[in-house]
């Protein structure tokens, strides 16, 4: 037998093939890719509030901007996740808009 290969990362429940689907009825992989990446970091205790910008889910997964857009639209009016923006200082240095993604613990349980 050969080795075994070891897989870290995200999994996505083949169920949520079937419940995050976009209109045409297709899976959205999009939005599933970004769920499962945000569930992974509550379970591990990060906290329901992330500060992760679109460019994030770019880089780590090779999406489109328009796609992780559109995708956290989709979670947002699921009402899985919510985007709020805020300014935030670092060494007496504000940024504007910075993206904060709040999941809905709650909805996420009843729904999955």
């Given at each position: 037998?050969?080795?075994?290969?070891?897989?870290?990362?995200?999994?996505?429940?083949?169920?949520?093939?079937?419940?995050?689907?976009r209109?045409?009825?297709?899976?959205?992989?999009?939005?599933?890719?970004?769920?499962?990446?945000?569930?992974?970091?509550?379970?591990?205790?990060?906290?329901?509030e992330?500060?992760?910008g679109?460019?994030?889910?770019i880089?780590?997964?090779?999406?489109?901007?328009?796609?992780?857009?559109?995708?956290?639209?989709?979670?947002?009016?699921?009402?899985?996740?919510?985007?709020e923006?805020r300014?935030?200082?670092?060494?007496?240095?504000?940024?504007?808009?910075?993206?904060?993604l709040?999941?809905?613990?709650?909805?996420?349980?009843n729904?999955f």
């Amino acid at each position: 037998m050969g080795k075994k290969i070891t897989v870290n990362g995200n999994m996505v429940p083949k169920s949520w093939y079937h419940k995050i689907i976009r209109e045409n009825k297709k899976p959205d992989q999009v939005a599933a890719t970004i769920l499962a990446d945000l569930l992974t970091k509550y379970n591990a205790g990060e906290g329901t509030e992330f500060q992760l910008g679109y460019k994030y889910f770019i880089q780590e997964y090779n999406f489109t901007r328009t796609q992780v857009r559109d995708a956290l639209v989709r979670l947002e009016k699921s009402y899985l996740l919510r985007r709020e923006y805020r300014t935030i200082k670092v060494s007496d240095r504000k940024f504007n808009n910075e993206v904060f993604l709040i999941l809905n613990s709650k909805n996420l349980r009843n729904t999955f």
